[in-house]
């Protein structure tokens, strides 16, 4: 992962990159993301909540089976404008993770494969500030299916929803002082977090519902924590 | 639609008006709406805001606030709001704020109008403070002659089923079953000499499937009784050219269920309570019947809440005043009602009959918008205040104080049951009444125009008809109670200068204003009471007071006619100009500002006070100090 240690500047990265990419479509997605490096404050500014569903944790052995798009506003989160893909995998689908998503094999016999969907995908995120829970899972899984499908890695800023949780509730010596005393830390899982800004918990679990749930998570902290004209650079990943 | 907007149908399909809706509009709301997350206190519109959308509270509350700031109402998860700003030009008019963190969806315009247009329980949810239906319902009006102005005859499905009095109740359930109808009428051969000798069919009674089970089966009656032993006898009827409202009115009133039509003397038809609700199945009555279901007070003061929606629609459904003012005392009466049903589940039956009556507006089927509670109690001769003071004073501070919640403030004159003053046994009101007849000092007339005009709502009802009647034969005969009366209703007169130039309010909230109530309709009661009193009828609400008056021929040419029109303005004036506060969510109230009327109102507003005012010289006339 990036850290700052290497004096890490998203401005140089996307530049470097929209001049290096060969691919048009990579090439003309960091070319939109350029433009909220100087001065988009969150509230000028269209995000798009994204979600992966997984057959595991390890982006290099594990396959994505769905993915769920919301595109919004400070103002408004535009259910109407929401996507979702089921995708094929190309291993074998384990019976657990069937369990976990509600998704069928003939679902997802019947689904695109990754590459089509990469094709829908990319335009959905131009132009937009993707916002995500848990950044690991959707960036690692993005960087190795592109490195995989268009010969390059595609990684680009993220605002987190767990990492502005994180900030406030494990970090500082409040949350220090609990760890010593071996208080139990608070949960950044998305459900505990929304619960936290009065969100309603959601029963269902799909992609498309938890982009959804994130981004009224997303609203919730800004109002909470944050100021419309905060600028964007401040606070992604 | 995306099988994974699961979630948001499924939530929003249990609450009303979504849980009237289709799984497959559910599915296209769930896929049409936007969020958005609102911290505590963050306002969702302000007054004038531009609004596009049906809100919907998916988690979290909202207050709703009238333009003037005051509270309007208090909603949580599953409420809606918003649908009357999107009926109002797209301008919010109730200003919505967050009262904790919240989470509304919002459903675009465009598909709230499709819903409303496809889904009539969706739009009957949302119309009772809506215009949206309004205007429809306006427009249909015009188009094809609708509700307020149908006759009672044009829901007649077919002619009356008949049968002679001299039938049995086996043949009565023969005729009925053959011709599957759920009621029959009774009736006389009656050869009249006036049009010629020809023949004509006179009522007499009616018997319906629920008397033959009440009266007959359950009895254990021989079935070749005579049909006359368990019919009952002189039904009311209505003509036929009476309103389809009227009729709903009576059969409200009354507790029917079937109504006899009338034309020339014999009947035509019946109508059945169900042919009413299926025909204006969207009105008053639907509160009417709202109100008698709810079970506790918090239900009650809710349902309050739509009232002035339903105000409003009468209004622009271009009703009479005499209309509105029935619906809106029906309705105020049915608050009582089950206030004092209430209050007896609680309180336990009551020790002695008593009577709960209503004073003033109410009992004259006046009432508007804003009304004070005016009630007392009547008791039974039995009623002994060691052993029973305490219930009833209890029951009298339930329904008062109920009423309050559900807008009708206290009276600020405590003529209300509360006040130990206003709950006396039946004998001790004939005394009350007798004095204040007898002699009529300033005292007893100050609230003369609140006693005289009384109705029983609970209880045993006919004792406030028995107290009516006695008040009205004492007072006719006592001509200087009538003059005292008179004098009195000299007292407020209308707002006109010498040059007939409006005289308006000089001081205080209400500068350059006038009060239509106190300076209009009120006066106007009055000076028709006085009169109906003097000709001794029964009456009590104002315009058919008048109708008598007019028919005794006490008045000079024309006067009555005159007063009529008078009335029905003023009233009219004051109803349109509450209508319209309603609507803009300011404070309701009877003040206009002649300044802002067109100079047709204004000729006619003071045409209407002249009547008034020589209405009132004529009373001096009339009714002189001996």
């Known amino acids: ?95 657990e993770s069937v369990v976990i998503h509600g998704i069928t094999h003939s679902d997802l016999s019947q689904a695109p494969s990754l590459d089509k969907v990469l094709q829908s995908l990319l335009p959905e995120l131009q132009g937009k500030i993707v916002v995500v829970h848990y950044q690991f899972i959707e960036r690692e899984f993005l960087a190795q299916a592109s490195a995989r499908l268009m010969g390059e890695e595609l990684i680009f800023p993220m605002i987190d929803t767990m990492a502005i949780e994180a900030r406030w509730h494990r970090m500082g010596w409040r949350s220090e002082l609990k760890r010593w005393f071996g208080v139990k830390q608070v949960s950044i899982r998305l459900a505990d977090s929304r619960v936290r800004y009065g969100l309603p918990r959601y029963q269902m679990h799909s992609a498309l519902t938890d982009a959804i749930a994130t981004a009224e998570l997303f609203q919730a902290q800004v109002r909470h924590r944050f100021s419309g004209e905060d600028y964007v650079s401040d606070i992604w990943q | 639609m995306e099988a994974e907007h699961i979630e948001i149908a499924e939530f929003i399909g249990r609450y009303p008006p979504f849980s009237f809706l289709p799984q497959d509009a559910l599915y296209s709301v769930a896929s049409a709406i936007e969020i958005s997350y609102y911290r505590q206190g963050a306002d969702v519109y302000c007054f004038g805001d531009e609004i596009h959308d049906f809100c919907f509270i998916r988690s979290g509350s909202v ?69 949206r239906k309004l205007n429809k319902e306006v427009q249909q009006q015009q188009e094809d002659n609708a509700l307020s102005s149908v006759k009672v005859g044009a829901l007649i499905a077919r002619a009356p089923v008949m049968i002679s009095t001299q039938a049995s109740v086996r043949q009565a359930a023969q005729i009925m079953t053959e011709e599957s109808v759920s009621s029959l009428l009774i009736i006389e051969q009656i050869t009249s000499f006036e049009d010629g000798g020809g023949e004509r069919k006179k009522l007499v009674g009616i018997l319906t499937d629920r008397d033959l089970r009440t009266r007959v089966v359950s009895q254990g009656i021989d079935l070749e009784t005579p049909v006359t032993e368990v019919m009952t006898a002189s039904p009311k009827t209505l003509d036929k050219e009476t309103y389809v409202f009227e009729a709903m009115l009576m059969m409200l009133r009354f507790n029917l269920h079937h109504l006899p039509i009338i034309e020339h003397g014999s009947p035509i038809g019946v109508v059945a309570i169900s042919d009413i609700v299926r025909h204006e199945s969207k009105n008053s009555l639907y509160i009417v019947g ?50 004092c049903e209430l209050a007896e589940e609680k309180l336990g039956p009551p020790p002695v009959p008593y009577c ?38 209890s029951l009298a501070e339930f329904v008062s104080e109920g009423l309050d919640r559900c807008g009708y403030p206290y009276c600020s004159g405590r003529i209300m049951a509360t006040n130990p003053r206003w709950r006396k046994t039946l004998s001790e009101w004939r005394t009350c009444f007798a004095d204040w007849i007898d002699v009529p000092n300033p005292d007893a007339l100050l609230n003369c125009s609140v006693f005289f005009d009384l109705e029983g709502v609970w209880g ?15 007072a006719q005969k006592t001509p200087k109670f009538l003059a005292s009366l008179a004098r009195n209703a000299l007292l407020r007169t209308p707002p006109l200068g010498f040059f007939k130039e409006f005289v308006m309010e000089q001081d205080g909230a209400h500068r350059r204003t006038i009060n239509l109530k106190r300076r209009g309709t009120a006066p106007l009661v009055d000076v028709i009471r006085v009169h109906a009193l003097a000709i001794g009828s029964l009456a009590r609400n104002s315009s058919e007071r008048l109708e008598d008056v007019i028919e005794s021929g006490i008045l000079p040419d024309k006067r009555g006619q005159e007063l009529k029109y008078a009335l029905e303005y003023l009233a009219m004036v004051r109803i349109r100009h509450q209508a ?11 003040t206009i500002e002649p300044d802002k009327l067109s100079d047709i109102e204004r000729r006619n507003l003071k045409e209407a006070f002249n009547v008034l005012s020589s209405s009132q010289r004529f009373l001096k006339y009339r009714y002189p100090f001996s």
């Open chain 2, 290 to 339: 709202l109100i008698h279901r709810q079970q506790t007070l918090a239900e009650l003061a809710l349902v309050a809440n739509d009232v002035p929606a339903c105000f409003v629609r009468m209004v622009g459904q271009e009703s009479s005043a005499h209309m509105i003012g029935s619906a809106m005392s029906v309705i105020g009466r049915s608050f009582k009602q089950r206030l």
């Open chain 2, 460 to 474: 045993n009802v006919a004792w406030a008809d028995d107290l009516y009647q006695f008040i009205v034969n004492r």
């Open chain 2, 356 to 393: 709960f009556l209503a004073l003033g507006s109410m009992a004259r089927d006046e009432q508007l918008l804003i009304t004070d509670q005016d009630n007392a109690l009547i008791l039974s001769d039995d009623y002994e205040a060691a052993k029973h003071g305490d219930y009833f004073e």
């Open chain 2, 580 to 590: 319209e506060d309603v609507e803009s969510g300011e404070d309701v109230d009877n």
């Open chain 2, 63 to 131: 207050e709703i606030y009238r333009r003037n700031g005051h509270l309007y109402n208090r909603l949580s998860v599953g409420d809606v709001f918003g649908q009357l700003g999107l009926l109002m030009k797209n301008r919010v008019r109730l200003p919505a704020r967050a009262l904790e963190d919240s989470l509304i969806y919002f459903v675009p315009e465009a598909l709230f109008n499709e819903l409303c247009d496809n889904f009539d329980e969706f739009a009957y949810f949302v119309e009772v403070d809506d215009k």
């Open chain 1, 1 to 95: 992962m990036l850290t700052h240690q290497r004096r890490f500047s998203w401005l140089d990265y996307l530049q470097e990159q929209s001049i290096n990419s060969q691919e048009p479509l990579l090439k003309c997605f960091y070319q939109s993301q350029l433009d909220f490096i100087q001065d988009k404050t969150l509230r000028s500014t269209e995000f798009v909540a994204l979600d992966f569903e997984t057959t595991g944790l390890c982006p290099e052995k594990d396959e994505i089976v769905s993915i769920g798009l919301v595109p919004f506003t400070l103002q408004r989160i535009k259910v109407a404008q929401a996507k979702h893909w089921l995708v094929r995998p190309q291993g074998q689908l384990s019976d």
